[in-house]
């Protein structure tokens, strides 16, 4: 072989092996990807924050430690803030990030309208022990549903469960057991910031991952919100960075239940509705749940 032939076949073969040494980097790039969003999944989803930073008594708001247990043995940590002209009650399930601490602003407009509520920390948020899962949060969610229809005998026809970003799986999740096991309530439900499931939230993350194949949580407020028939507002930010409105119109259309209405607040984004629209949002919430629950 002439040496201009030998070296185009060397030339050759080191493009070969330069082509799969990059192929064979691809996809262990690409599988330790995978591993990495496997392993590291919860911490994704979950942000709590341990640190209680203020406490109602900032805003001068009566209030009293609530503490429950758990079906499987977690003592969930929350207040209950009880309305000085008492209309119906609120169940409070906050977002993935912060802790109870930090939606003090949502709690005191929701009691100047009437509203009791009751808010938790999931496990592992704020002094609540364990850690969070998909499944974990939903039981803590009906810790808190039993507490106040059954240690404190509130109707549950009168409680209101109001769900926020994260908080909207563990709400639509609750209000399908309790249908699912002919019970009575709730009255209403809330869905502020709502996504339809964890698959869609993370393919807008992760655009080119095949994560279906890999995220093991589902988080299917889609399913769900189509078995619930309790009266739902979906309330969305218009200006929403993290969950798309176009998602919360989806669960709006394909929410079975038998009153159901959408608001948008124009110019917020996801963490600043309370924000931008505050006043506006309690209003809503008022009118709709005069409007749902049966007369008291």
């Not at 802790?99 to 949502?106: E, K, P």
């Not at 549903?145 to 769900?163: M, N, Q, S």
Request: glycine fraction near 10%; proline fraction near 5%; charged fraction near 20%.
């Amino acid at each position: 072989m002439a040496p201009q032939c030998v070296r185009l076949a060397v030339m050759k073969k080191g493009y070969a092996m330069g082509a799969f040494g990059l192929l064979g980097a691809a996809i262990v790039a690409g599988a330790g990807l995978l591993l990495a969003l496997s392993f590291l999944e919860e911490r994704i989803i979950f942000h709590p924050s341990r640190r209680i930073e203020m406490t109602p008594d900032i805003l001068r708001l009566p209030w009293d430690d609530a503490r429950v247990t758990t079906s499987d043995g977690e003592t969930i940590a929350g207040w209950f803030v009880p309305a000085e002209r008492h209309f119906a009650t609120i169940l409070f399930l906050h977002g993935n990030a912060g802790n109870v601490s930090h939606r003090i602003t949502s709690l005191a407009g929701l009691r100047s309208s009437g509203f009791s509520c009751l808010i938790i920390d999931y496990r592992g948020y704020g002094e609540s022990t364990g850690a969070p899962s998909e499944a974990g949060i939903v039981t803590d969610a009906r810790a808190a549903w039993d507490h106040l229809t059954k240690t404190r005998a509130i109707d549950p026809t009168r409680i209101v469960l109001y769900g926020e970003s994260i908080g909207s799986f563990p709400v639509l999740s609750l209000a399908r057991e309790i249908r699912r096991s002919g019970g009575a309530g709730p009255g209403a439900i809330v869905l502020e910031g709502a996504f339809t499931t964890a698959l869609e939230m993370g393919r807008r993350i992760f655009p080119f991952v095949p994560l279906r194949w890999v995220i093991r949580s589902r988080f299917d407020n889609l399913g769900a919100v189509k078995e619930v028939d309790a009266p739902t507002l979906f309330i969305h930010a218009g200006r929403d960075e993290i969950v798309p409105i176009e998602m919360g119109r989806r669960l709006h259309e394909s929410s079975a239940a038998r009153m159901k209405e959408f608001h948008e607040i124009p110019g917020a984004r996801h963490n600043t509705v309370w924000i931008d629209g505050g006043s506006r949002v309690v209003r809503l919430v008022r009118s709709f749940a005069e409007r749902a629950l049966p007369r008291s």
